[in-house]
């Protein structure tokens, strides 16, 4: 018997006084007051203990969101992509989850399912060097990666990646990578996007023959076509893959992606679905770091620097947002103006191009276009 109840059949079926039950049990006379006034309210229910849990929970989500989270990272996964809270909070937005929930409760629900394994605390975010180019084609990355096809056979793939925007310019896969092939696919990007004002790449043997045997060897193909360019050539310290970090993170999400596919047997196969992705990367994936749009969008909003012509000579670049009353405010020759744009754009997250463009940050629109006078 519990205690409770032992209590309860005290005053109920004993006749013993409140007073004398809590001294024999040594409780408060208020806690047996309370006790009794359950038994008589509730019947037996009041022998066990009531459940701590709220009679509301303001914060709580519909069950329906919380189906339809589990289901979006059991899918994402499945294909191979990226299925973290942000990215689930963004394919919520797109559903018109509207009030979505925050990244935190997704997360927490996600661990409540299993579906993430919690990982030891790692170094912070904000301890790390981050740098970014200013405009897109003012420095391409570029890169090889391994992959195996289904017959054993080792192919490499071979990636040129805009440091600014993410926008993969070019992925192809090889049966081996040469200097031959790095000139090759960088002039027929060069061809559809403009040369870029520099391009970053490690150490390889195709980018650079600095640490060719010897030491004295002269540049190789690649190094000779940028220095003709005069497209400025930068490398990576050995031992620092993190100077390349977004063209090596390209490659960690594109190999991720194709291990969710069928395994195919055939170059021209694997040719075929890297294509796939790259199209789904530009132009549908939105991206953590350029908030939320696309490497596309990204890459198609600003002006494009060149070799030995950089736009940001004759451009000044102002991120901002657009306040309640639909405007910015811009200083221009030591005089503030007041652009409107339009209260319907309150609150968006815009570019400023000071010759005058002003840009939507997430879609590319070009909102106004004026020149001060």
Known sequence: MSKRKAIILSVILEGRSQAETARQFGVSEAWVSILVRRYRTDGAAAFEPRSRRPKSSPTRIPEPTVRTIVELRKTLTSQGLDAGPETILWHLQQAGIN???SVSTIRRYLLAAGLITPEPKKRPKSSYIRFEAALPNETWQTDM?????GNGADVEILSWIDDHSRYALSVTAHRRVNAAIVVETFQNTSKTNGYPASVLSDNGMYYTARYARGGHSGPNHIQTVLADLSITQKHSRPNHPTTCGKVERFQQTLKKWLRAQPRTNRRAELQT?????????????????LNRTTPAVAYQRLPKASPNNTPTDQTRIRRDRVDNSGKITIRYKGHLYKIGIGRAHKHRPIIALIDIRIIDTQTGELLRQLTLD
């Open 145 to 149: 990666c391994h992959y195996r096809l």
């Open 99 to 101: 009030p979505a929930p």
């Open 273 to 289: 679905q890297i294509d796939t992705f790259v199209n789904y990367y530009n132009h549908r994936r939105p991206h953590r770091s």
